[in-house]
């Protein structure tokens, strides 16, 4: 049995709209391939290239694109001259590939590896790392151990669910679907409530480390126009009324 290719789904099939052999020729010639294999009239190219030149002249397009602009004198200047071979060599060894498919001396290997090593080992080196390596109360980011509190009760799989489908399972800042984290507006791991939480990616999440206070304010003014939510002082009105009581 030859194999034909596959079978039309409307082949001998009463009741179907059929295109008729005119509507087909109209289709392929306004079809975005029809042009693919055949062979344009001189008239189309000539005119295509006189539109290209038109527009490539231009200053305009040439501030939109950043080119230079070369006046008639400097491109003859450059169409007549080449450059000799002392020239070309010097070219290949100042281009960033001169030394691909070349060989490096042993001497200038052991030299390169003298140089790594007492830039990285030296003892002035590992004193600077050491000081800049700082963990703990010495850390110039540490914030008196936040990271070690626990969350509050309310702070479970339920809340979270709720936080990321409020905000339409997209991350707040890049608005992209990625695996969130619900993170706390104001670093109050004990304040688990809507108003104090909000979606965001892994990525956009590390981001919130820096700058805290901007960001509390970015949240809610963001939730605010949003959802409604109040804030006062970067303070959540709900929580000002629940204290009083």
Avoid at 32 to 55: D, F, T, V, Y
Avoid at 113 to 132: C, D, F, G, Q, Y
Avoid at 173 to 194: A, G, M, S, W
Wanted: with cysteine; glycine share 4%; aromatic share 8%.
């Amino acid at each position: 049995m030859s194999k034909k290719g596959s079978i039309p789904w409307n082949k001998n099939k009463k009741g179907i709209f059929h295109h008729s052999l005119e509507s087909r020729k109209k289709m392929s010639l306004h079809n975005a391939h029809a042009n693919l294999g055949r062979k344009q009239p001189k008239e189309e190219i000539e005119r295509r290239n006189k539109s290209l030149k038109i527009a490539f002249n231009k200053p305009e397009y040439h501030v939109k694109k950043k080119l230079y602009i070369c006046s008639e004198e400097t491109k003859k200047k450059l169409r007549q001259y080449k450059p000799t071979e002392e020239c070309k060599r010097n070219i290949s060894l100042h281009n960033g590939r001169g030394m691909l498919n070349q060989k490096v001396p042993e001497e200038r290997k052991k030299l390169i590896s003298k140089n790594v090593k007492i830039a990285m080992w030296s003892p002035e080196v590992r004193v600077k790392t050491l000081l800049h390596n700082k963990s703990g109360g010495e850390a110039p980011g540490w914030k008196g151990g936040l990271s070690f509190e626990p969350y509050d009760e309310n702070f479970n799989y339920s809340f979270k669910k709720r936080i990321k489908l409020r905000d339409n399972n997209i991350c707040q800042i890049c608005y992209q679907n990625k695996i969130l984290n619900v993170h706390h507006i104001d670093y109050n791991k004990q304040l688990t409530i809507e108003e104090n939480c909000i979606s965001l990616c892994q990525k956009c999440h590390a981001k919130t480390n820096w700058n805290r206070h901007s960001w509390v304010q970015f949240f809610q003014d963001l939730l605010n126009k949003k959802y409604g939510y109040e804030y006062d002082n970067n303070k959540i009105v709900i929580t000002l009324k629940n204290e009083n009581l």
